[in-house]
């Protein structure tokens, strides 16, 4: 996974250094302008149990800003904003691992420096009694939660440093 790069992200933007659960770290380039959510669509992907991501349905290429061949392989983390708390991601592996259907509020960072809000639903995939991946599905947010939510991630983002 490489840094985002100013040919990809019209300024003004913001650099920041993202660091991941799994110690890996890159710059991204942050636009404080959101994209909305598309009404009527369904985001859709599955990851493995690492994270990686193994299928993206069209409206997760389209809000994401990556192509469908850049995000096959890549972490989910590919996405995480600077401003979501590690806490709410930890929480969501941690859950949807036990096998219990997780939801919750994300902000998502585009590869143009943009971001979108959505709330997904994450549950675990098995087969043959055995946990296979994860799938998620994001849909269009609550404007009220996500504006709770803005208060709440800037608090547990504090407190994480």
């Known amino acids: 996974m490489e840094d985002m790069t100013i040919q990809q992200v019209q300024e003004p933007y ?11 770290s890159r710059y ?3 636009k404080d302008e959101e994209v909305p959510f598309p009404e009527g669509k369904l985001i859709v992907s599955r990851t493995d149990l690492q994270g990686t991501i193994t299928h993206c349905n069209q409206a997760f290429v389209d809000m994401s800003g990556y192509t469908e061949a850049e995000l096959i392989g890549q972490p989910h983390y590919i996405l995480r904003h600077p401003d979501m708390p590690r806490a709410a991601f930890q929480d969501a592996w941690e859950t949807a691992g036990k096998g219990i259907k997780w939801h919750g509020y994300v902000k998502n960072l585009r590869k143009d420096g943009r971001y979108y809000w959505v709330y997904a639903t994450i549950i675990l995939n098995m087969r043959d009694g055995q946990p296979v991946g994860l799938t998620s599905v994001r849909r269009k947010p609550s404007r009220a939660k996500v504006e709770s939510c803005i208060a709440l991630y800037a608090q547990m983002k504090q407190a994480e440093e």
């Open 14 to 24: 913001v650099r920041h250094l993202q660091h991941y659960y799994d110690g890996s």
């Open 28 to 30: 991204v380039l942050v």
